[in-house]
């Protein structure tokens, strides 16, 4: 998956703090909602800019003097289905402090209605909103670890149920990522949608070439054909 905005980097992350509960307690929550608080007062130096004699303030991020690169939005995660995705990244009014992307981590999804993207009320354990609705005799509303799982995942090998996107229909264009092997098209008709969406002239050209060529088959097969008729009137003729 490629993007313009910059993606968090692993290197960014404090491990300590990638361990997400399934829960969040209700004092966890708030203390998350007021550090990342739009409407909370930022802290800025009494300076502007950088320490330099320069008083021309900076109107772009530095650090320690050096012009630092942009932060960080999103951050690189998997959908339950091995679906890949990017998450938004909330700051702190600072700049400083992210949160991880844990409000969209903690949302869940449900095995039994396949009901996704909710998240789990303060210091409760996970429990399906659209089966509770419905009073789901399948699975009675069931907190069970095993039938509601997480919706997002941070690596791609924890994904539960990786679903197979691919075919054996290669793209028609050999230098496309989707004609490399193992990353086909399950359909012919996926493979001409995605050939009509991602390389419209290529593949209009392409089929012009196929029907000029099918033309030019034809041509030849109903010159034969002639040749094989007029031949046999010859032999008859002939014989007469």
Known sequence: MTTGVRVLDDTEVDPSQEAVDIMLTEAEEAELQALLNPNSTPKYDETLGDDTPDPVAKTYPTEDGVKAVGRAVVRRAWMWNGTETLLPLA????????????????????????TGGWKARSGQRPRCPACVKKSCSICRSSTDPK???SSFYLQKSKVPFPANFYGSIPCFMPFC????????????????????????DEYKAHLETEQAQSVSKIAELESKLNALLMSGVASRVNQG
């Open 91 to 114: 700051w702190n009014p600072d700049g400083t402090i992210h949160d991880g992307a844990r409000r969209y981590l903690l949302k869940r999804h449900c095995l039994c209605c396949g």
């Open 147 to 149: 039938k509601i799982i």
């Open 177 to 200: 990522p989707r004609a490399q092997s193992g990353a086909g098209f399950k359909t012919e008709p996926d493979m001409r949608i995605h050939a009509t969406h991602r390389h419209r």
